[in-house]
């Protein structure tokens, strides 16, 4: 069964001070990992997707890479309003087809 | 470029009744995968919808079910609601075949009491 786990489930920062998140995730067949930002009451929104192990993706203060145990998303010089709950999901190459796996999220505060 | 809608936005119903929930996906977009998000959780797959045809399924009990029109747009029912079916429930469109980012719609939030 595909696995994802995301580490810390809190994470306090003031702003400007750089950090990563961290997504374990155990799959059969690596599809596809995801990443999404999602605001309190609002459906996840969109951010990355990382196909093979060494990929990176980078969106303004965002950057995220892959391995193939694991995927982290740096992020640099953090402003207030990155603060949201960034989640991790998977996609494998098995029967059901579209299926996504997600982490419970880190939920990143980040102080002014 | 059209996002993802869903209505309602919120909703309270009691235990043992029956709720439709509904999804409009995005322009382009012709598979819709519904989800289920407890408090504190990530999303859980209930199901995904191609072409009008169920197309992978979670573990979710039969009460789940759904439909998806010719216009791509897709309904999700649930029967005989249960305490633990209270969660915000989560519609995403996408492009289909696997690998393929999903683009939410804002939810619904239903209560059961």
New interface residues.
């Given amino acids: 069964e595909d696995q ?1 786990t995301q580490s810390p489930e809190a994470l306090r920062l003031q702003e400007g001070e750089s950090s990563s998140l961290n997504c374990s995730y155990t799959v059969s067949g690596l ?2 990992l ?1 990443w ?1 930002r999602q605001d309190p ?6 951010l990355f ?1 990382l ?1 093979s192990a060494g990929e990176e993706k980078e969106k303004e203060r965002l950057k995220a890479t892959l391995t193939k145990k694991e995927s982290f998303l740096h992020i640099t010089a953090p402003k207030p309003e990155d603060s949201a709950t960034y ?1 991790c ?1 998977v ?3 098995d ?11 880190t939920t990143l505060t980040v102080k002014p | 470029e059209t996002g993802v809608t869903q209505s309602p936005t919120h909703l309270i119903k009691t235990r043992g009744q029956q709720v439709t929930l509904r999804c409009s996906s995005q322009s382009g977009h012709n598979t819709v995968s519904w989800y289920q998000q407890a408090l504190g959780q990530g999303p859980q797959f209930i199901f995904q919808y191609y072409r009008e045809e169920e197309n992978g399924r979670g573990n979710f009990p039969p009460r789940f079910s759904g439909l998806q029109f010719p216009n791509y747009s897709s309904e999700l029912n649930v029967n005989a609601l249960e305490l633990d079916d209270s969660a915000l429930y989560l519609c995403a469109s996408s492009q289909p075949g696997q690998g393929s980012e999903q683009y939410f719609g804002p939810g619904t939030r239903l209560t059961v009491t």
């Fill in positions: 994802v599809r596809g995801f999404y009451g609002k459906g996840p929104e969109f997707t196909y989640l999901a996609q494998a190459g029967t059901n087809a579209g299926k996504s796996t997600f982490g419970d999220g």
